[in-house]
C-alpha cells in the first residue's frame, strides 16, 4: 500500500466506520498519547526498563508495530484533516534532507 492509499483507506474508513474524523485538536493528542505507548515499549524493548510480567515480554514486539501503526494511522488522519498528500510530502522531506546532509553525516567521526 502507497501513502496515498492508506491516505484514502482511511478516510474511507473514518467516513464509514468511524462516522467522522474527531476534530484536529483531538487527533493531535491522541497522536501525543499514542507516540507515548511508542516509547514506552522501546524503553522495555531496547532500553533499560523492565516489563513487568514475562507475557509482556513476549508479545511486545507484536505489541510495539501494533502501536507503531497506531501513531501512522492518526498522523495519516491528521494529513486527510490538513490537506496534506503525505507521499507527496515525504518525497519532498527525503530530497530536503538528502540535499542538506549529503556530506553532513559521511564526514561524522561518530557514526563510523
Avoid at 524493548?45 to 523492565?50: L, T
Wanted: charged share 30%.
Amino acid at each position: 500500500m502507497t501513502l496515498k492509499g492508506a491516505q484514502t483507506t482511511i478516510d474511507q474508513w473514518i467516513k464509514t466506520i468511524g462516522i467522522r474524523y474527531y476534530s484536529e485538536l483531538t487527533n493531535t493528542a491522541i497522536l501525543m498519547e499514542e507516540v507515548g505507548e511508542v516509547a514506552r515499549l522501546m524503553a522495555r524493548i531496547y532500553g533499560e526498563q523492565s516489563f513487568k510480567t514475562v507475557e509482556q515480554e513476549r508479545s511486545a514486539k507484536t505489541d510495539l508495530a501494533d502501536e507503531m501503526a497506531d501513531v501512522l494511522f492518526v498522523l495519516l488522519c491528521l494529513a486527510n484533516q490538513a490537506g496534506i498528500d503525505m507521499e507527496d510530502a515525504l518525497n519532498k522531506n527525503l530530497e530536503k534532507k538528502t540535499n542538506r546532509d549529503r556530506e553532513r553525516h559521511a564526514g561524522n567521526a561518530k557514526l563510523k
